[in-house]
């Protein structure tokens, strides 16, 4: 099980790259973050381990008092879309409320995730397109009524009613949905664009999570970047050398 968080984003499309060895893979661009670590929740206050990861920007009108009270108190600006996501523990010390994350950050060339959002709302349709169907009978030998029906649901007797879970004509779509063990193709670190194997749910500039494979082995986080020397301890350093 993977423990480590995951990212906030939006789906930008869909292209094909080539792999060094000319193979052509069909890939979904992800803009994954950046992210802003909103809260924390420690298993001392809570009873489990997780964190606070907001995406995007909201206008303060269009955010409620207490919402405004939780943001103000973190030091952040209020964001459009706030998710939790559990981490191991050990993990929480790693990450500080306020700090931004990027695709860097969390996620790897080759690591597998799931990505998870709400599918497309296609509205009301029939079983040959909600349930994939195959009709009755065929176009070009007759024409009758039921081509497109679903069929029987029921019994006349015994029982006498329709049994529970038939399928049937209905809402399709706009359901949150979840795409397992996606291989990422590459990473852009500096545009914070995830490049995944193979389709997402949701259309385009819709919202998604992207989260390690809960299937797959647990892939450790990358290494910090070094943090850069402040300016003035640097300016200092180079004044003592042209001393010397």
């Known amino acids: 099980m993977n423990t480590n968080p995951g990212l906030i984003g939006t789906k930008l499309g869909n292209t094909q790259i080539f792999l060094d060895d000319g193979e052509v893979r069909r890939v979904t661009a992800i803009k994954a ?8 929740r420690t298993p001392d206050k809570d009873g489990y381990a997780a964190l606070q990861i907001g995406f995007g920007s909201r206008r303060p009108k269009l955010v409620n008092k207490p919402e405004a009270g939780v943001f103000s108190k973190a030091g952040v600006d209020a964001p459009r879309i706030v998710r939790e996501f559990r981490v191991d523990p050990s993990l929480l010390e790693r990450f500080e409320v306020g700090q931004t994350l990027g695709v860097a950050d969390i996620f790897q060339d080759g690591q597998f995730v799931d990505v998870s959002g709400t599918s497309k709302g296609r509205g009301f349709t029939g079983v040959m397109k909600r349930h ?10 007759g024409t009758h009524e039921y081509k497109r029906h679903g069929g029987s649901i029921g019994m006349n007797m015994t029982p006498g009613r329709t049994l529970r879970g038939q399928k049937m004509p209905g809402q399709y779509g706009n359901k949150k949905a979840t795409i397992l063990n996606l291989r990422i193709v590459k990473i852009l670190a ?11 749910p949701g259309p385009r ?15 450790p986080l990358p290494e910090p970047a070094p943090k850069a020397e402040p300016e003035e301890e640097a300016s200092e350093t180079a004044d003592a050398a ?3």
């Open 132 to 141: 994939n169907f195959a009709g009755a009978g065929t176009v070009g030998h």
């Open 33 to 40: 973050g950046p992210c802003v670590v909103v809260g924390k």
């Open 190 to 200: 500096d545009e914070n664009i995830v490049l995944v194997d193979g389709g997402v």
């Open 205 to 219: 500039n819709g919202f998604l999570t992207v989260k390690g494979a809960i299937k797959k082995a647990p892939v």
């Open 242 to 244: 042209d001393e010397g």
